[in-house]
Nanobody
Framework: QVQLVESGGGLVQAGGSLRLSCAAS????????MGWSRQAPGKEREFVAA????????YYADSVKGRFTISRDNAKNTVYLQMNSLKPEDTAVYSCAARMSGGTYPPSSSSEYDYWGQGTQVTVSS
């Protein structure tokens, strides 16, 4: 069993920055594909970023490309999402997720991930 705990959410003004962290339990973090998704009230979940086990070839949704950066520190069992130039439309609950093996890259649906965190609220004011 893998537990994922997000932190770093909060309230920020438009144009500001936040860095989300997701700490994972377990000794095989380095073997997981990790991803971040978000869900705003009344909207479908959007998969905004993913990163391979090695950290190579990160994936970004068009809506965040150039503003968000996903990274990982396998020694710390942690994946990060640096969010810059935030917009009100970035307001959502952000969740990290882990996939242990198999599947396509990037994962594009909830069913392609094996474990999920509880989520952290990000609110961007105009």
């Amino acid at each position: 069993q893998v537990q994922l705990v997000e932190s770093g959410g909060g309230l920020v003004q438009a144009g500001g920055s936040l860095r989300l962290s997701c700490a994972a339990s377990g000794r095989t973090f380095g073997s997981y594909v990790m991803g971040w998704s978000r869900q705003a009230p009344g909207k479908e979940r959007e998969f905004v970023a993913a990163i391979r086990r090695s950290g190579a070839i990160p994936y970004y949704a068009d809506s965040v490309k150039g503003r968000f950066t996903i990274s990982r520190d396998n020694a710390k069992n942690t994946v990060y999402l640096q969010m810059n130039s935030l917009k009100p439309e970035d307001t959502a609950v952000y969740s990290c997720a882990a996939r242990m093996s198999g599947g396509t890259y990037p994962p594009s649906s909830s069913s392609e991930y094996d474990y999920w965190g509880q989520g952290t609220q990000v609110t961007v004011s105009s």
